[in-house]
C-alpha cells in the first residue's frame, strides 16, 4: 500500500485549495452567464421549447434561439 512519506506543508495545501476554488469559481460564472443568455434569449447554441397559447392548442414546438450574427 502506497502510503506518502512526509506531511504535505500548509503552504502546499492552501495553494491547491484555492486551484479548487478558482476552478469552482469559473466554472459558476460561466454557468450564471449561460443561462442568463437563454432567460433573455440571446443564446446561439440551445433551443427552448415554446407553447403556442395563441392558437388555443397545447401543442408545443422547438424553436432556435437565433438572433443572427453580431
Not at 504535505?8 to 454557468?31: D, F, H, L, Q
Request: net charge positive; proline share 3%.
Amino acid at each position: 500500500m502506497a502510503v506518502p512519506k512526509k506531511r504535505t506543508s500548509r503552504s502546499k495545501k492552501k495553494i491547491r485549495k484555492n486551484v479548487r476554488k478558482g476552478k469552482a469559481y469559473w466554472a459558476a460564472i460561466k454557468a450564471f452567464s449561460l443561462a442568463k443568455s437563454i432567460s433573455t434569449g440571446h443564446s446561439k447554441s440551445f433551443y427552448c421549447i415554446v407553447n403556442d397559447d395563441s392558437s388555443g392548442s397545447s401543442e408545443s414546438k422547438l424553436t432556435a434561439i437565433d438572433l443572427g450574427d453580431p
